[in-house]
């Protein structure tokens, strides 16, 4: 049944992407719209879509800054540590 | 000497592993799962039952064995019925010994987690160790000894600086050895002491390191409980002693972040598991340090969610390393068709560790974090939030994706083998996942058991600022991943960590062993041989030539002498008696002769 269900969508997969932008836009449009400040902590977080641009950084710059990382010499080849 | 009658349940788990290498075949597995279960009872039967029992005199010394209260409970919970879904997870291990090392493990860790002592706490602190170490040793590989080795002497280093700082404790105050707060508000060098020792079970940059070489290096079912036990019991040695000690909030920070870059560079699966323990663990040592009543909730209720979560992702990933023989995700791929009920249970792990709504992180983790805006420290909230973004790029997204989707990099024989893992594998996932869901879902469950419940009643995770923007962090993450899905293909490499420093620190000491050191000794030998040796072989020579024509010319020469004398006495003494008086009378007369004219 989960083995159909995955096969079901990635056979349709430019439509699932499709859905999943107007997904995105729709959540960002229910918090500009509907979700009340009133817990936000700080000032920042009544920029409407705060949250929405802050994951997506956090996650371009966690990758990249990770990769930078790894390729100043940290990644090495598996056998490193072999005599 | 038992003041009431109170069972400690490491006393069930240490009786049970000593009888299970004796059962018969036919009863093992019921045994198996009778035993963490009369545990779990154990527990349960002291909820409501707060106090102190198991207090035993030795020498001048009262030890407790068993102080019941909020913090020790929940701890005590998770912590039995981790080992119910761990037993049950492995029930087809037929290595008994693995099953032992489990058992006494789980053992240390309750042991820590109802004392009230040091003295105590170090003997189970120290079991928990060279118990699990077995577990990294089972997987019986050329590199699983080695690996053990490092483990257990980097955690003899950790115990040895716990040592020395309650020894210095036990000084300073006079003798009291009572395992509670620890003043963090005047510091003196032995609370630094305690502290390193529980950093390093709670795997604190710079003191991480064993973790993922460890834990990537255990048994399938080993790496399950190991996951589990350590750092949550080093959590609550924390929580207990150390709450509101104020340098734990960037070290968690640093932590939660460290674990997260490391995990994006990992092509080992349960490597990278092992990187977001890390991560994770970052969460609650910065809750300790916040310190607050909902901070400290927060801590107990992530590592209690923590223990489950990571459990199932390190079953999920367990199970495919045990269908397959492979780990890493440039060797793996596509999986989806072949292995789909483990890709449902490692998904909802991946879901509940990356704090999505419905599942156990969202309602554990969050309090972490409210906590931090409540005391007004933006910053380690935000990092917090931050890495939350990277726990579910790589556990929620990663993991499953180059796994079961992605490109298809297993060989035909990893495809051939690869199927879903046997049904008590499947049974231990599904309770895991189950009450993962449970957690999420109907949060009385958990938040009852907190140590401070009333706080937690008053918190409510499901606002809807707090859904808007989990959902708005996680979601466009997930845009994140999809966008940039090229740069995270798996990498056949591996990551140099801080371990580098003593696994080539150790092989530095070896070649200075080798090379200076014996080139030091050889010439040392060297010149012993010329300046020692051959002077002590020539006065030697001498002595024996010495010895030999002097002395025992001299000694064969008194000996010839002797019996020169002999044979001539021999002559002399014929036996008759007229030649004896005729000698003896002579010897007289000469003597006679002698004195007087001499």
């Not at chain 2, 093992?28 to 207090?55: C, E, N, W």
């Not at chain 2, 409510?460 to 808007?468: D, E």
Request: a neutral charge.
């Amino acid at each position: 049944m989960i083995v159909k269900l995955i096969d079901f969508l990635r056979d349709r997969l430019q439509l699932v992407i499709r859905l999943s932008y107007v997904g995105l836009a729709l959540l960002v449009a229910w918090d500009v719209v509907f979700v009340s400040k009133e817990h936000a902590h700080t000032a920042a977080e009544r920029i409407p879509g705060f949250w929405a641009a802050f994951g997506f950084i956090a996650c371009v710059v966690i990758i990249i800054v990770s990769k930078w990382y790894g390729h100043l010499g940290i990644m090495t080849r598996e056998d490193y540590y072999d005599n | 000497m038992i003041t009431d009658f109170w069972l400690h349940p490491a006393l069930i788990l240490i009786v049970g592993a000593c009888i299970l290498p004796f059962l018969p075949k036919w009863l093992k597995r019921p045994y198996l799962i009778i035993v963490p279960t009369l545990a779990f009872l154990d527990v349960l039967s002291m909820q409501g039952q707060h106090g102190t029992f198991g207090v035993v005199r030795f020498l001048d010394w009262d030890l407790t064995f068993g102080r019941v209260d909020g913090l020790s409970m929940v701890f005590a919970y998770i912590m039995t019925l981790m080992c119910i879904i761990g037993t049950i997870y492995g029930l087809h291990v037929e290595d008994d010994f693995q099953h032992v090392a489990a058992w006494l493990y789980v053992a240390g860790s309750l042991g820590v987690i109802f004392c009230a002592d040091y003295l105590v706490l170090f003997l189970f602190w120290e079991l928990m160790a060279f118990a699990s170490v077995f577990l990294v040793w089972f997987r019986r590989r050329p590199e699983s000894l080695a690996v053990g080795y490092r483990y257990l002497l980097v955690h003899t280093a950790g115990g040895l600086a716990l040592l020395a700082g309650l020894i210095l404790r036990y000084q300073a105050t006079g003798g009291d050895l009572s395992f509670g707060p620890i003043g963090v508000g005047s510091p003196s060098l032995s609370t630094y002491l305690i502290m390193i020792g529980f950093l390093l079970n709670a795997a604190v940059p710079p003191f991480h390191a064993w973790l993922p070489d460890a834990y990537g290096e255990a048994t399938v079912t080993g790496a399950v409980f190991m996951c589990a036990f350590t750092t949550k019991t080093a959590v609550y040695a924390l929580a207990r002693a150390f709450a509101g000690m104020e340098i734990l909030v960037p070290l968690g920070v640093c932590m939660a972040l460290y674990g997260v870059v490391y995990a994006v560079l990992e092509n080992d699966t349960r490597r990278l598991l092992a990187y977001h323990i890390i991560s994770q663990v970052g969460y609650m040592v910065a809750g300790v340090g916040i310190g607050t009543e909902l901070a400290i909730n927060g801590a107990c209720a992530h590592a209690f969610a923590h223990i489950l979560y990571k459990g199932l992702l390190f079953m999920g990933c367990g199970s495919v390393l045990h269908m397959t023989g492979k780990s890493k995700f440039s060797e793996l791929g596509g999986l989806y068709k072949k292995m789909p009920m483990a890709f449902v249970f490692t998904m909802i792990g991946g879901l509940s560790i990356s704090a999505f709504p419905l599942f156990s992180g969202f309602v554990s983790k969050a309090m972490i974090v409210a906590a931090g805006f409540e005391v007004h420290n933006y910053w380690a909230a935000f990092l917090l939030t931050l890495a939350s973004a990277g726990t579910f790029l790589h556990t929620g997204l990663k993991v499953p994706y180059f796994i079961w989707f992605g490109k298809n990099n297993c060989s035909k024989e990893t495809w051939d083998k690869a199927a879903d893992p046997p049904w008590n594998m499947q049974l231990g996932m599904g309770i895991a996942a189950f009450l993962c869901i449970l957690i999420g879902c109907y949060t009385p469950y958990l938040y009852n058991m907190l140590p401070y419940p009333q706080i937690a009643a008053g918190y409510h995770p499901y606002n809807t600022y707090h859904l808007s923007e989990t959902l708005q962090i996680l979601l466009f993450t997930a845009l994140g991943f999809f966008l940039l899905i090229k740069k995270l293909a798996p990498e056949p490499k591996i990551s140099i960590d801080l371990d580098w420093f003593y696994r080539m620190g150790g092989r530095g000491f070896l070649w200075l062993a080798k090379r200076p050191i014996q080139w030091a000794d050889n010439c040392v030998s060297e010149g012993y041989r010329y300046i020692g040796l051959m002077p002590l072989m020539t006065t030697a020579k001498f002595w024996s030539w010495f010895d030999w024509h002097a002395i025992d010319g001299v000694v064969d020469g008194l000996a010839k002498t002797v019996r020169g004398i002999g044979a001539l006495v021999r002559r002399m003494q014929s036996g008759q008696l007229q030649y004896n008086i005729f000698y003896a009378v002579s010897f007289v007369a000469v003597a006679l002769v002698l004195y007087v004219f001499a």
